[in-house]
């Protein structure tokens, strides 16, 4: 009972399980290739992904998407070179069609300083350019603060970015995440986007429970709202989905794939099915230095 009353005694226990809530978060984002890895590493971290979607109202499509932050490690691992960009194909035979789906991307290439970053918080600036018609030239600065308790770890982030052309834009997102037993994870992650040249704000509201069936293979529930141009929405649109994700080989490559339903404000919220089949690779030089 002394044990109980001690207050020191608590702050291990939380300090423990709060460790725990952190390692498992990571782990599950680690084999999911959640987004937010991509931003929050200070090592190359190389995210290439393609694959083949359907959908009731659009068809057949190539989905391809090219997320690349290299380390300069002369440099102290304070800079990365940054490229992003994503296209969609709406008819996957046909070799032109691709070309020209590429060919419209507007990929983002920038230099990265990482101004600030621990175990709890980090701050990094870009200075880059936006390759679109015509050409960007853009700086964004980004925030992250993780908050843990006990059962929970809550992740505050912040991000404001300039574009010559586009205007200001400004993202706050809270991410709630929660251990369920050994192998659930519950997340709940609340976003919402400003953006100079539209109207409103873009709300969105994300529920998702992911399990680890073994190290290899796992899966995620999710649904999901989006809102633009809040409060005179006209495009809003829920969605609820399943995706299975399997390592195939090694440590860097997994086949993903999620069907799904959409309900879009624009079709009164009919129900519209859909399926993408996705391989990704995956190269993260900090998960490669762990054992």
Same mark, same amino acid.
Not at 34 to 42: C, I
């Given at each position: 009972?002394?044990?109980?009353?001690?207050?020191?005694?608590?702050?291990?226990?939380?300090?423990?399980?709060?460790?725990?809530?952190?390692?498992?978060?990571?782990?599950?984002?680690?084999?999911?290739?959640?987004?937010?890895?991509?931003?929050?590493?200070?090592?190359?971290? @190389? %995210? *290439?992904?393609?694959?083949?979607? $359907?959908?009731?109202? +659009? #068809?057949?499509?190539?989905?391809? =998407?090219? /997320?690349?932050?290299?380390?300069?490690?002369?440099?102290?691992?304070?800079?990365?070179?940054?490229?992003?960009?994503?296209?969609?194909?709406?008819?996957?035979?046909?070799?032109?069609?691709?070309?020209?789906?590429?060919?419209?991307?507007?990929?983002?290439?920038?230099?990265?300083?990482?101004?600030?970053?621990?175990?709890?918080?980090?701050?990094?600036?870009?200075?880059?350019?936006?390759?679109?018609?015509?050409?960007?030239?853009?700086?964004?600065?980004?925030?992250?603060?993780?908050?843990?308790?006990?059962?929970?770890? @809550? %992740? *505050?982030?912040?991000?404001?970015? $300039?574009?010559?052309? +586009? #205007?200001?834009?400004?993202?706050? =997102?809270? /991410?709630?995440?929660?251990?369920?037993?050994?192998?659930?994870?519950?997340?709940?992650?609340?976003?919402?986007?400003?953006?100079?040249?539209?109207?409103?704000?873009?709300?969105?509201?994300?529920?998702?429970?992911?399990?680890?069936?073994?190290?290899?293979?796992?899966?995620?529930?999710?649904?999901?709202?989006?809102?633009?141009?809040?409060?005179?929405?006209?495009?809003?649109?829920?969605?609820?989905?399943?995706?299975?994700?399997?390592?195939?080989?090694?440590?860097?490559?997994?086949?993903?794939?999620?069907?799904?339903?959409?309900?879009?404000?624009?079709?009164?919220?009919?129900?519209?099915?859909?399926?993408?089949?996705?391989?990704?690779?995956?190269?993260?030089?900090?998960?490669?230095?762990?054992?």
């Amino acid at each position: 009972m002394n044990r109980l009353s001690d207050p020191g005694q608590w702050d291990i226990w939380q300090g423990s399980a709060s460790t725990g809530m952190l390692d498992a978060a990571d782990r599950v984002d680690s084999f999911f290739g959640d987004e937010r890895l991509d931003d929050e590493n200070r090592y190359t971290r @190389l %995210r *290439l992904g393609m694959g083949l979607g $359907w959908h009731k109202n +659009d #068809g057949a499509s190539l989905l391809t =998407e090219v /997320r690349l932050r290299l380390s300069l490690p002369q440099l102290k691992n304070r800079f990365q070179i940054v490229v992003d960009d994503s296209f969609e194909a709406d008819e996957p035979d046909k070799g032109s069609v691709i070309a020209e789906a590429a060919k419209d991307s507007e990929p983002d290439a920038a230099l990265r300083y990482i101004l600030k970053h621990d175990e709890r918080r980090r701050l990094t600036s870009d200075l880059g350019v936006r390759l679109s018609s015509p050409s960007q030239v853009f700086g964004r600065l980004r925030g992250r603060i993780i908050l843990p308790f006990p059962i929970w770890e @809550l %992740r *505050l982030s912040q991000s404001a970015a $300039w574009f010559t052309d +586009d #205007g200001v834009t400004e993202t706050s =997102e809270l /991410r709630w995440s929660r251990l369920l037993w050994t192998d659930w994870l519950f997340r709940a992650i609340s976003r919402v986007t400003w953006e100079e040249n539209n109207n409103g704000v873009t709300p969105a509201q994300s529920f998702s429970l992911f399990r680890e069936l073994t190290t290899h293979r796992g899966y995620r529930l999710g649904a999901s709202g989006e809102w633009p141009e809040t409060p005179h929405a006209h495009e809003a649109k829920y969605t609820t989905e399943f995706t299975y994700r399997q390592l195939l080989h090694s440590r860097w490559l997994f086949l993903e794939i999620t069907p799904g339903l959409e309900f879009p404000q624009q079709r009164d919220y009919e129900c519209t099915p859909y399926i993408n089949f996705k391989i990704e690779i995956v190269f993260d030089e900090d998960r490669e230095k762990t054992p």
